[in-house]
Nanobody
Framework: QVQLVESGGGLVQPGGELRLSCAAS????????MAWYRQAPGNERELVAV???????DYADSVKGRFTISRDNAKNTVYLQMNSLKPEDTAVYYC??????????????WGQGTQVTVSS
């Protein structure tokens, strides 16, 4: 089993920054991708940023140039550096892991979520 534990959320003023972390534990296969999603009240969960096992990244248009996703494979940890935060970034942020098992089955896991609130 895989467990994902997020940390780093909180309250920040517009223009501020936060760094989210997500530590994965358990058996994690080498072919994988890790991602951050977010869900604001009344909205669907949306992809924010993704990073593959080879370091390829992609971002939602709304966060390009402000957010940076990175990972430390030795620690099985993924980070989301969020700069120039806006009130519309307010949401619960979820860590997500997809990995391909030895029988080529893709499995998906979610963290419990961490609240990010951008407000003055």
């Amino acid at each position: 089993q895989v467990q994902l534990v997020e940390s780093g959320g909180g309250l920040v003023q517009p223009g501020g920054e936060l760094r989210l972390s997500c530590a994965a534990s358990g058996t994690i296969f080498s072919i994988n991708r890790m991602a951050w999603y977010r869900q604001a009240p009344g909205n669907e969960r949306e992809l924010v940023a993704v990073i593959t096992d080879d370091g390829t990244t992609d971002y939602a248009d709304s966060v390009k140039g402000r957010f940076t996703i990175s990972r430390d494979n030795a620690k099985n940890t993924v980070y989301l550096q969020m700069n120039s935060l806006k009130p519309e970034d307010t949401a619960v942020y979820y860590c997500n892991l997809n990995h391909r098992t030895i029988v080529s089955l893709w499995l998906q896991y979610w963290g419990q979520g961490t609240q990010v609130t951008v407000s003055s």
